[in-house]
Structure formats: structure tokens, C-alpha cells
């Protein structure tokens, strides 16, 4: 039987068919790291995407004021 220590140190991720694996804890931080970075890239695309509409908005905006 594997010690407390040895049982945390593993965690349990399931797989889409419902069965589960054993995965290291730097295998489950790569990824998380590698989600978090994807993330990061979706986020500055939808900022970049609002940067866009704020100009039209304030562009047509100078042009009804006048």
C-alpha cells in the first residue's frame, strides 16, 4: 500500500470514456501550464477585438457630433 506522501504526490485524471489514469504531478502542471498559455492567447484576441470596437465607436462618434 503506497504511503500518504506517495498518494498525494499522484493524482487521478479521468479520460472522456470515464476511466481514469494516473498522471505525475509535473505531467498535470505541463499541462495546466500549456492550458494557461492558450488561455492567455484567447484573452489578448478578444481584448485585441474590443481595442477594435472602441475605435469604430469613438470613429463614428466624431463623425455624428459633427
Known sequence: MPSADKMAAT???GDQ???SVSAQPSDTLESLRREAEQLK???EEERAKLTDVDRKIIFMAGFGGS
Do not use: R
Request: glycine fraction near 12%; proline fraction near 0%.
Open 11 to 13: 493524482e487521478v485524471v
Open 17 to 19: 470514456q470515464g476511466s
Open 41 to 43: 492567447a484567447k484573452l
